[in-house]
């Protein structure tokens, strides 16, 4: 979070300050949307899955291979270099992704099932549980802000009246961007039921 220098009745920073961290978790949620999958393969599912290779730190999945889907139920990976093949299965295994790896000599395959009601209802808790996610991080930012004023009314840089101000501004701009993320959330539940 950036300094904010408080002068007496411009809130314009303060709004700003505030609506630039609070849509960093909202950005964060939407990237985690594109992975919940709706029935059509897209590489956003598997590309940042950590694969650890070279005893090296673990890596996106997307930086030691290359990644498409050339129809709607399928993804075809092929790594750059063929010995780590097992290590990416292994690691595609581990994850939330929920599809078995089909190893093919230097490619592997996934092919998405269909969608069951019982997958889709699995997925309608995940997206569930990143939205509350979001919202937890929503609520940490106002937090954060709630303090900074709080304390610079206790040391006297602003007043009763301006820190009243910005706490109604603050509890507006939370409120604002968690309609935008329950907004995403009731989009994308509506994509993963009907298809």
Known sequence: ???IVFVE???K???QA???EMQKS??????ELLKLRTGRAHTSLVEDIMV???GEAPMPLKNVAALSAPDARLIVIQPWDPDIIPTIEKAIMSSEVGITPNVDGKIIRLVLPEMSSSRREELVKILGKKLEETKVSI????KNFNNLIRDAKKDKKISENF???LSDLLQSITDKWIEKAEALSKKKETELKSF
Do not use: L, P
Not at 139 to 142: F, G, H, Q, T, Y
């Open 139 to 142: 609520r940490n930012v106002r």
């Open 1 to 3: 979070m950036k300094e």
């Open 9 to 11: 009745n411009d809130s």
């Open 18 to 20: 505030m609506n630039e």
């Open 26 to 31: 909202t950005h964060h949620f939407e990237a």
């Open 52 to 54: 650890e290779c070279y």
């Open 13 to 15: 920073q303060f709004e």
């Open 163 to 165: 820190f009243n101000r």
